[in-house]
């Protein structure tokens, strides 16, 4: 039996706004893909990001292109060949996966060689509001190991020391989303200094980076919109010291098992995040936080209501996924 492939966009409503330096959204929209064959069905999804030049149509297009190629037995690395690296190749490729397991009845850890995958250690997101409103959000999750902290307007030294009265034990990630300045760069680090953060995430704008190549790093800073795939991080060494693997910029597992191998050949840490999704998109992104430094895979923690077999957090953790699920 020839496979079969699906392709469905789905919206899931969040619990409250979330907020970043760019803007709101109140809903997250997905794109899901299965493929078929005889022995069974294999499930994917991707988050449309328009920052990147993407969205719901323009991914779902380039979905339809491949149809007669995926439904024609085309491979995960013939997919790194005919697409580009983006939302659209992560649904496909991480649905290929699943296909495989499903299909050869194992599991993932099983054809990649690896330890079973075990519960990781995830940041929980504070959206970017005023220092009181951050304050009191981050006090009801000060239990947590990890929080990471939505930065990227004016007053955000407030901000980051009000978060921190409010979690004094917790692990703190700020992230600016590239809203901050070659003017207040500096302050800003300092600030995130003298609160002991952890990780400083893409302060400057992509493309108007090398400026941290010259500055001191009080904290650590990680890129994000500055990274998308294995071959953008030799560019990045010595602008940063950590980078933010998402599946989403990757184009999927394939890549970003090489994205994960290459940035340590380069000494970077590494980062596991996502857009806001279900945890259809975190699954196979608890691959690869198996060996990250720092895991933000909380995107279904912001949803109002997960898809059915959804992954299972604890006060501060996420566990691998069922194989109902994915994998």
Not at 87 to 95: E, G, I, Y
Not at 256 to 283: N, Q
Request: glycine share 8%; net charge negative; aromatic share 6%.
């Amino acid at each position: 039996m020839a496979r079969r492939l699906s392709v469905t966009v789905e919206r899931f409503p969040l619990i409250s706004a979330f907020t970043i330096s760019r803007g709101s959204k109140t809903e997250a929209v997905v794109v899901k893909v299965s493929i078929s064959d005889e022995y069974g069905s294999g499930h994917g999804e991707c988050v449309p990001y328009s920052r990147y030049g993407e969205t719901v149509e323009s991914v779902v297009q380039s979905i339809e292109l491949m149809r007669t190629g995926i439904e024609s037995g085309a491979s995960r690395r013939s997919l790194a060949q005919d697409m580009a690296a983006g939302a659209a190749r992560n649904a496909l490729d991480c649905a290929l996966w699943d296909l495989e397991a499903k299909s050869n009845g194992t599991n993932i850890e099983q054809l990649l060689g690896v330890l079973p995958a075990r519960p990781v250690d995830t940041a929980y997101t504070i959206s970017l509001d005023t220092p009181a409103a951050m304050a009191a959000n981050a006090s009801k999750m000060a239990h947590r190991t990890v929080l990471k902290i939505k930065v990227g307007g004016e007053n955000d030294a407030d901000r980051m020391r009000a978060v921190r009265a409010a979690a004094r034990n917790t692990r703190l990630i700020i992230d600016a989303n590239e809203g901050w300045t070659p003017d207040n760069i500096r302050q800003n680090m300092r600030a995130a200094a003298a609160i002991h953060a952890s990780l400083v995430e893409q302060p400057l704008p992509a493309g108007q980076d090398d400026l941290l190549a010259r500055i001191p790093h009080p904290v650590p800073i990680c890129a994000d919109e500055s990274v998308h795939q294995t071959r953008d991080l030799d560019k990045l060494c010595g602008r940063y010291d950590y980078v933010n693997l998402k599946l989403d910029k990757t184009g999927g597992l394939t890549e970003g098992l090489e994205f994960m191998t290459y940035a340590r050949k380069l000494g970077f840490g590494v980062m596991v995040g996502c857009m806001v999704g279900t945890s259809l998109a975190m699954a196979p992104a608890l691959i690869l936080a198996q060996d990250a430094d720092f895991v933000d895979l909380d995107g279904p923690l912001l949803l109002a209501k997960d898809r059915p077999n959804g992954l299972f957090y604890g006060p501060s953790t996420v566990s691998p996924p069922e194989p109902a699920l994915w994998g």
